[in-house]
């Protein structure tokens, strides 16, 4: 495999070209944002955890029968994964109120819910990523009807699958955001990355009644660094890992 030109370069990672058509070979890097990127910062570290724990999570999930673009992890900051047509879409599940939520719907953050819900907002850092609903998306040729139900079922599988995991590792799943995508012949798969970035992680092993996150929450609220947090998490993701035996080894670049 060789890395070729770079395709895209993101607020966290940067996609490359590679000589098989079907797939790219992803860097993580150390930069964090937030707000948009309105608040930006390089946090030495960040690309290497963030790259490990998808990597660990993308097989957790797969171990649960959900399948996902992940093909290996090849380096501390590198992985490949299959190349896709990405829907323009952050698709949200919440698990407790948080965040964006709470403030938009005026209850307190930590609110229990009576099911988990579906979000979906646009994917456009220049509109700043706007909500949007189910008809909008089928209207605007986003996803079509039977793509957006798959996609939906997806969402609801991946967090199934992520609350099992995460409630393994006394971890509380707020909420998190992923992205889907459709390979050549029409399939659609969880795409992008699973991280602390994209998740809300709350620690239910402290007992101090207030919510400990392991998360960017640490970033976005400059309650502290992120670094411990996200080591953290990884390090019980890998001790999860080798109880349940998956392997979550770094896999040489081979052809
Ligand atoms: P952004 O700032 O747009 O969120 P990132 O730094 O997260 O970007 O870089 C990842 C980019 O690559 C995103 O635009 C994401 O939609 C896209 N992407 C993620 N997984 C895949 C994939 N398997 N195939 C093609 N594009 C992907
Ligand atoms: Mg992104």
């Known amino acids: 495999m060789e890395k070729l030109e770079k395709l895209y370069e993101g607020k966290a990672k940067k996609m490359y070209a590679t000589d098989d058509p079907n797939v790219l070979w992803v860097e993580y890097m150390n930069q964090?944002?937030?707000?948009?990127?309105?608040?930006?910062a390089q946090i030495a570290g960040k690309g290497s955890l963030n790259n490990r724990i998808t990597s660990v999570l993308f097989d957790l999930l797969a171990a649960r029968g959900v399948p996902s673009h992940f093909l290996r992890r090849i380096s501390d900051t590198e992985q490949?994964?299959?190349?896709?047509?990405?829907?323009?879409?952050?698709?949200?599940?919440?698990?407790?109120?948080?965040?964006?939520?709470?403030?938009?719907?005026?209850?307190?953050?930590?609110?229990?819910?009576?099911?988990?819900?579906?979000?979906?907002?646009?994917?456009?850092?220049?509109?700043?990523?706007?909500?949007?609903?189910?008809?909008?998306?089928?209207a605007l040729g986003l996803a079509d009807e039977r793509q957006l139900a798959e996609i939906s079922r997806q969402a609801r599988a991946v967090n199934d699958a992520l609350t099992d995991v995460f409630a393994s590792i006394d971890v509380r799943l707020a909420d998190f955001k992923i992205e889907e995508g459709a390979t050549g012949d029409g399939t659609i798969l969880l795409a992008d990355e699973i991280t602390p970035d994209t998740c809300r992680l709350w620690d239910l092993?402290?007992?101090?009644?207030?919510?400990?996150?392991?998360?960017?929450?640490?970033?976005?609220?400059?309650?502290?660094?992120?670094?411990?947090?996200y080591e953290e998490i990884h390090s019980r993701l890998l001790a999860l890992a080798a109880s349940e035996g998956v392997e979550t080894g770094e896999k040489a670049v081979t052809e």
């Open 32 to 40: 964090a944002t937030a707000g948009n990127g309105a608040k930006k």
């Open 80 to 138: 490949l994964v299959r190349r896709m047509d990405m829907f323009p879409l952050e698709i949200i599940m919440r698990n407790v109120a948080a965040g964006s939520f709470a403030k938009r719907y005026g209850v307190e953050e930590g609110t229990e819910l009576r099911c988990p819900i579906l979000e979906f907002c646009l994917k456009s850092d220049e509109l700043g990523d706007p909500f949007i609903n189910d008809d909008a998306i089928v």
């Open 205 to 229: 092993r402290d007992r101090s009644g207030r919510i400990e996150h392991l998360d960017k929450d640490l970033f976005r609220r400059d309650l502290g660094s992120i670094i411990p947090a």
